[in-house]
């Protein structure tokens, strides 16, 4: 099984940054599609970001170039830097791995972290 713990999460202002991070078991990490997810209360958990094996990402919409994808396969690591943060970026950021490529329920991903809490205040 594949292991995923976020960090980097806090209280923040509008307008300030966070980088999240994500650090992972497994062997073949690097084999790995990786992708950040949120949840922010009373609402469905949405997609936020991915990024394939080769480090091509792809973002949701409403990210508009605040925030950046990044891995370091030396590291078994996953990171989502945050820009600009705004009130509506509150909410629970979960990693997660897709190891076999197949399924559609969760996006696809096998795997998922225990998530990391984003306040921003106004």
């Known amino acids: 099984q594949v292991q995923l713990v976020e960090s980097g999460g806090g209280l923040v202002q509008a307008g300030a940054s966070l980088r999240l991070s994500c650090a992972a078991s497994g062997r073949t990490f690097s084999s790995y599609r990786m992708g950040w997810f949120r949840q922010a209360p009373g609402k469905e958990r949405e997609f936020v970001a991915a990024?394939?094996?080769?480090?091509?990402?792809a973002y949701a919409s409403f990210v508009k170039g605040r925030f950046t994808i990044s891995r370091d396969n030396a590291k078994n690591s996953v990171y989502l830097q945050m820009n600009s943060l705004k009130p509506e970026d509150t909410a629970v950021y979960y990693c997660a791995a897709d190891e076999d490529g197949l399924g559609s329920r969760d996006y696809g991903m096998d795997y998922w972290g225990k998530g990391t809490l984003v306040t921003v205040s106004s």
């Open positions: 990024i394939s094996r080769s480090g091509v990402s």
